[in-house]
């Protein structure tokens, strides 16, 4: 089955500078990969996500970028703020016996210093 | 998300005991996941249910069972609970038409001493 890795897995970094999580991914056949935002006490929440046959998608602070021939994808996160502390996780989504599954990673644990 | 809620909340039991965890949600979708989360794994899958009828198992099924009693409700069972499924369990929804785009319940955290 597929496996993700995510690293860093904690990144603190000083408010208004950017952040930086990195996925890499082991089926080629992912063709789906969302990023989830987990603040404390709460479920994860899809914040953006981007498809196999785009390479780049920005959704004004957030962006991603897909290698598919290195199968690793990116979260950028620019200016950051306070309230983009929270745990982050990376997925790859993959069709398979006629299901389709989505395989998490294990988690970047965001802080924003003041 | 108060489209997809989870009870209880939070949970303490002991070994041996039987546990059900419930889910409901508003949002009218068919899809319904169980994951565990635990420090440093990240969420792994448990079950699924892409509609009353259909049910399958995830990546870490044993000592977990499922059932779905409506298109809104999903329920998890420990059915002998012990220590190392002291975790987040956490629900999920997602439409047909969009598969991987999930959402997420609040978690019910349950310690088992």
């Known amino acids: 089955g597929e496996n993700v890795e995510q690293h860093p897995s904690t990144l603190s970094v000083q408010e208004g500078d950017s952040a930086v999580i990195k996925c890499t991914y082991s089926?080629?056949?992912?063709?789906?990969f969302p990023w989830y935002k987990q603040e404390l006490g709460k479920g994860p929440q899809l914040i953006i996500d981007i498809r196999s046959n785009v390479g780049e998608k920005k959704d004004q602070r957030i962006a991603v970028t897909l290698n598919k021939t290195a199968k690793h994808f990116s979260l950028h996160i620019t200016e950051t703020q306070p309230e983009d502390s929270a745990v982050y996780f990376c997925?790859?989504?993959?069709?398979?016996?006629?299901?389709?599954?989505?395989?998490f990673g294990t988690g970047t644990r965001l802080t924003i210093i003041p | 998300d108060a489209d997809v809620t989870q009870t209880p909340r939070n949970r303490i039991t002991k070994t041996g005991k039987r546990i059900m965890l419930e889910c409901s949600q508003t949002k009218g979708h068919d899809r319904m996941y169980w994951y565990r989360q635990d420090p440093g794994l990240g969420l792994r899958l448990i079950y699924y249910?892409?509609?009353?009828?259909?049910?399958n198992k995830g990546e870490i099924s044993d000592g977990y069972s499922v059932s779905r009693q409506a298109q809104a409700k999903f329920s998890l069972s420990l059915e002998s609970a012990i220590p190392n499924q002291t975790a987040l369990y956490f629900c999920a929804t997602s439409d047909i038409g969009t598969p991987y785009e999930q959402y997420f319940g609040p978690g019910t955290r349950l310690t088992v001493t």
């Open positions: 997925a790859a989504g993959l069709r398979s016996g006629g299901n389709e599954k989505l395989t």
């Open positions: 089926d080629s056949a992912s063709n789906y």
């Open positions: 249910s892409f509609d009353v009828k259909d049910i």
